[in-house]
């Protein structure tokens, strides 16, 4: 019997994601020969030798010259035959190394060399010129992998420690259509951060996570919540997990996540509400056969520590155990600014017979923080206030952020043995939440050199129901396969929220310090104000969908989708000044159309139409009002056309042309300025290129670059005026990470972050001004068991600003910092 374990946790489990197979469990001789050799292959090991060796084909001189191939998916050593006898290369095999082996075939023109490393992508094999033929051989064991015979002496136990990863790129995603379509099939743009991404970059939260992803900006969030802007629409909402929805407010961690996957443009088909400008869902590392011992501490500048904790394995044939834990305690930059938050995630994996596979989780994690809103403004310079980037406006001492997330999540799979897959996935999560903030409020007057500093808190709580059943299943109507999806999401959300104002001294709403010294000790009182909200939100929201992914022809696929959502929204306002009880019910129709051409089978270009809503209720739900109540959902139009290139099945190109339209906004009707009528709102037009790979052996890279020009089409009130650029919307924006490694122990790398200047608000009078930026890092394999990382982040210490809430909330960005993590596997 084989078994693998994995110290880098990455292929086995991010590979059953990626096959979508989890009925075939990893007890079966063949599935593990095919696991152990895909491992083995992503690692990078050398040759071995082989016997028993049968040649093929006659000759090698037409090896460098390209033909045209259509070798069918199937038998490896069937399609090693069918390329030696039309290139007439010479190709040796050994039929007991190749064993069931299978590949997914060559469609296009290649020269064999090429042809060769498509066929053996992924197989654990290898493609070594010898004089006048090429030899095919297994990938070798690397130095400290052993092998041990099972004391029965029946079978041998084969154990690879291995750092097996499949780089930058993943093959294949099930979230953008609920179903395992390569991504090159996929007519939108997605970017993955794989789990080896995260681990070089030193990924721990969500900004961290896009900070290399083309397209996606990072927002301030007030301090207290994860905030990204998707092709100029700013969201705290369109965030999932497992493709489950999670949008509770607060920062996420990344310790127990296998991947990161941004979706750009809208997705309501897939989705449902929201994902008006994009989304990103976390993969959650996931119990499997493959036995993982890491323990990861980490150091760094203004006193950062942090541990974490990741185990693993099999327990029996049908059921697997993980464990992953954090805590961390760590400072900031910023005087006054700490953090401190620890999370546990237990998961177990059954697989009750070959067909069916249950997964069940449990999350409990507490972030405790303080909300640090920034620095104001200067009118007269539009920009930030010039002062000493530590600089805190406010009282660090009374804004505070403490979350509580308690979660529970359940996946049954099982597929019939007419290959129809049933998927049921539910989640069950409650949040407890409270911020108060002590914050600068307004720009900064020149004429006094004094700013005014406002105060509120929030308290929070939400329960979230949901439940999604999928059906997967296959049909010919000729020679036209079907695809198809069918599915039911059941959510029931219960929220409640209040907002109280502080008063300075028990009266003022505001107080005023100077720029020298902008720190505040004045007694506050907290109370509900006519303004302020003490809300409950009941959300009940009901969606089918259905989708068909087409094979035209070997060159051309078309996927066609639509779901309906009916959302119903009872909001209360219980405080007396307002005393309002209203009832949202919205309904709509989220389509999406693409169509593929492959001129090669690693080629695509292709064309995507989609739609998106947003209630009226907003995307926290907390935004009724009588005025709203009534009207139609936003309504966000996307229109993109792209292309992608596998150049090798380790690197891949994409680039895309886009139109996102927000339309059915509220604008003041110009006939009657007492009534307001929705009407177009702004569009963002833009290209995109990304890049994620190995360029060589040793030479990994994920990047790209965004040029998107977005305006107000509408004039929506006295400060949002059409012709106006959107907020946080830079025009420019490049990014580039590279990892090199010089041999099996040293490695580096190298990033650069680079935006053009953007608008903190609509109203276009503040800007925070462009900059770039450098990070850098190093790599030390000390032996088998301990490896070194040194991140350092902003290595030229440049002065800049990150990012912004509103004009007078700018965050200016980390100086020089650096992380050493010591990482053990054993």
């Known amino acids: 019997m084989i078994k693998i374990f994995d110290t880098n946790r990455t292929s086995v489990s991010e590979r059953k994601h990626a096959e979508n197979r989890p009925w075939t469990s990893c007890h079966q001789p063949a599935t593990l020969f095919i696991a152990i050799s895909s491992a083995l292959f992503y690692f990078g090991l050398s040759s071995s ?38 290139s007439g290369t010479p190709i040796s095999t050994d039929s007991a190394e190749i064993g069931e082996i299978t590949t997914q075939g060559l469609e296009g023109k290649y020269t ?57 790129t993943v093959p294949k995603i099930t979230t953008a259509t609920k179903t395992n379509t390569p991504l090159i099939n996929v007519p939108q743009s997605v970017s993955v951060v794989t789990q080896e991404a995260i681990k070089d970059q030193n990924v721990l939260s969500m900004s961290d996570a896009v900070r290399y992803v083309p397209g996606v900006g990072i927002s301030q969030g007030e301090g207290n919540r994860d905030a990204l802007v998707f092709r100029g629409n700013r969201s705290t909402a369109d965030f999932f997990v497992d493709g489950i929805r999670d949008d509770v407010q607060y920062f996420r961690d990344i310790y127990n996540i296998e991947r990161v996957e941004v979706l750009k443009g809208p997705n309501g088909m897939i989705f449902g509400r929201g994902g008006s400008g994009g989304v990103i869902n976390r993969v959650q590392k996931e119990a499997d056969w493959n036995r993982v011992r890491e323990i990861t501490a980490q150091v760094g500048s203004w006193d950062a520590k942090r541990v974490a904790l990741d185990v693993g394995q099999g327990i029996n044939d049908t059921s697997a ?65 010039d002062v000493d ?44 939440k409270f911020y108060e903030n002590v914050y600068p409020g307004a720009a900064v007057n020149p004429a006094t050199a004094e700013v005014a500093i406002s105060a509120y808190n929030n308290t929070s709580h939400r329960d979230t129901f949901i439940n999604q059943t999928d059906v997967l299943f296959s049909l010919n109507t000729g020679t036209v396969k079907h695809d198809m999806l069918a599915g039911l999401e059941l959510s029931h959300q219960d929220s409640d929220s209040r907002r109280n104002t502080g008063y300075f001294n028990g009266t003022a709403a505001t107080v005023n310090v100077p720029i020298s010294n902008p720190l505040t000790s004045t007694p506050l009182t907290y109370k509900l104000s006519a303004t302020d909200g003490d809300n409950n939100s009941i959300t009940k929201n009901a969606g089918v969908y259905i989708q068909d992914q087409i094979t035209l022809m070997p060159k051309w696929q078309a996927i066609l989708g639509l779901r309906y959502d009916l959302v119903d929204v009872d909001f209360v306002n219980k405080n007396p000044a307002a005393n309002q009880t209203l009832n949202s019910r919205d309904n709509f129709w989220s389509p999406r159309a693409g169509l593929i051409y492959k001129p090669a089978t690693n080629v695509s270009v292709y064309g995507n139409y989609s739609l998106a809503y947003v209630p009226r209720a907003g995307e926290q739900l907390t935004s009724l009002s009588v005025t709203n109540a009534a009207l139609e959902p936003e309504k966000f139009k996307n229109l993109e056309i792209g292309t992608k290139w596998d150049i090798r099945p380790d690197l891949a190109l994409t680039t895309a042309l886009f139109q996102l339209d927000r339309t059915n906004v509220i604008v003041p009707d110009p006939n009657n300025t007492a009534r307001s009528i929705l009407a177009d709102g702004q569009r963002n037009k833009g290209f995109e290129l990304g890049l994620a790979g190995r360029i060589t052996s040793a030479w990994s890279m994920m990047g790209g670059y965004t040029y998107q020009d977005g305006e107000i089409t509408n004039t929506q009130s006295a400060t949002i005026k059409a012709g106006s650029v959107l907020a946080e919307l830079p025009k420019n924006t490049f990014s580039l990470w590279n990892r090199y490694d010089f041999n099996s122990m040293w490695g580096v790398g190298l990033g650069v972050v680079s935006r053009s200047k953007m608008y903190a608000s609509t109203d276009n009078t503040i ?3 462009g900059f770039t930026r450098v990070d ?12 070194a990382q040194l991140n350092i982040e902003n290595l030229f210490d440049k002065v800049y600003w990150a990012s912004a809430h509103n004009n007078n909330n700018l965050s200016p960005g980390s100086p020089i910092a650096a992380r050493l993590s010591l990482v053990a596997n054993f």
Do not use: C
């Open 767 to 769: 800007y925070l001004p």
């Open 49 to 86: 030798s082989f016997a028993n060796v049968a040649v093929v084909g006659t000759d090698i001189s037409a090896s460098t010259a390209a033909h045209s191939y259509s070798i069918p998916a199937g038998s490896l050593a069937a399609a090693l035959n069918h390329l030696s006898r039309e």
């Open 321 to 385: 155990v993980r464990l992953n834990a954090m805590y961390e305690d760590s400072g900031s930059f910023r005087n006054g600014v700490d953090l401190k938050r620890y999370g546990i995630n237990p998961t177990v994996t059954l697989a009750p017979g070959a067909q069916t596979k249950v997964v069940l989780n449990a999350e409990y994690f507490k972030d405790e923080r303080t909300a640090d809103r920034g620095v104001p403004s200067l009118a007269s310079t539009r920009r930030p206030i």
């Open 112 to 168: 064999v060399p090429d042809a060769l490393d498509h066929l053996l992508a992924g197989s654990g094999m290898q493609a070594v010129s010898q004089g006048n033929q090429y030899a095919i051989q297994r990938l070798a064991m690397a130095p400290g992998e052993t092998v041990q015979v099972e004391k029965d002496g029946i079978l041998p136990t084969v154990t690879v420690l291995a750092n097996s990863s499949t780089g930058y």
């Open 389 to 432: 980037v530590r600089t805190f406006f406010g009282d660090p001492a009374r804004s505070n952020s403490d979350t509580e997330l308690k979660a529970a999540n359940a996946l049954v799979e099982h597929k019939f043995d007419n290959q129809v897959l049933l998927r049921n996935r539910t989640r069950y999560a409650s949040q407890d």
């Open 776 to 787: 850098a890092a190093v790599y030390a394999r000390i032996d088998k068991t301990w490896r």
